[in-house]
């Protein structure tokens, strides 16, 4: 148990298909992350928030929507995906000090997303 | 564009055997880190190295990291199968981004 937890695990879903990814994070961190994780590829990062801000998207395609309500929840919400979009997505926290540099990433365990 | 390359990809060895896997940079890192993940979990920071030339160890697991900071090893000795997962390192330059490479999928067999 890492104290972050990501919902659901696994997920099937149409290109048509609206669906939400959900992470919640019990550690106190204040930065909170999305990374793409394929096959034959390094993990990929998507979005991160900082303080509840978002500082980078690294240019995701506008199919993958987050939020982040609060320091300890971080959503994303995907809409009309295509299959390569066919990953694991990996949510994980961390604590930033005062010059903003990171000490260690916390990972959940994933939501293994297939696009048909 | 920061790149870490990871070698070998692949490696599959009997229990017992002692192993070495690299992580390769052509820039320098301020510091850097090294995952296992497990399959159906996410990677785990078994450790940190900051200072070039440092070493750390963890139980049968040591860590290196290069002079020039651009560059680590992790070498494990007795490998047992506990030890099989993909292990993943980090690079850290500047404030909270992480490049990743990408991974040694280690397989130990009994």
């Known amino acids: 148990e890492t104290g972050v937890t990501q919902t659901p695990r696994h997920l099937v879903m149409g290109m048509t298909n609206k669906k939400s990814l959900k992470c919640e994070q019990h550690?106190?961190?204040?930065?909170m992350y999305w990374y793409k994780q394929s096959a034959k590829k390094p993990l990929e990062l998507m979005f991160v928030?900082?303080?509840?801000?978002?500082?980078e998207n690294n240019s995701v395609p506008s199919r993958f929507s987050p939020e982040c309500p609060n320091s300890s929840h971080l959503f994303l919400h995907l809409h009309t995906l295509q299959p390569e979009d066919s990953a694991l997505y990996l949510c994980?926290?961390?604590?930033?000090?005062?010059?903003?540099?990171?000490?260690?990433?916390?990972f959940g365990s994933g939501t293994q997303l297939s696009v048909l | 564009t920061q790149l870490l390359e990871q070698s070998p990809q692949f490696l599959s060895i009997q229990e017992g055997e002692n192993l070495t896997v690299y992580c390769n940079s052509s820039?320098?890192?301020?510091?850097l880190q090294w995952y296992r993940q497990e399959p159906g979990e996410g990677p785990v920071l078994l450790v940190t190295?900051?200072?070039?030339?440092e070493v750390k160890k963890l139980k049968r697991l040591t860590f290196q990291f290069g002079d020039a900071r651009k560059d680590s090893s992790l070498h494990i000795t007795a490998a047992q199968p506990g030890d099989t997962g993909l292990y993943l390192c980090?690079?850290?330059?500047?404030?909270?981004?992480?490049?990743f490479g990408g991974g040694t999928r280690l397989m130990v067999k009994p």
């Open positions: 994980a926290s961390s604590r930033l000090d005062h010059r903003a540099t990171n000490e260690k990433l916390f």
């Open positions: 550690l106190g961190h204040n930065a």
């Open positions: 928030y900082n303080f509840k801000e978002q500082t």
């Open positions: 820039s320098v890192f301020s510091s």
């Open positions: 190295v900051v200072t070039g030339g």
């Open positions: 980090a690079g850290n330059n500047a404030g909270n981004m992480l490049t």
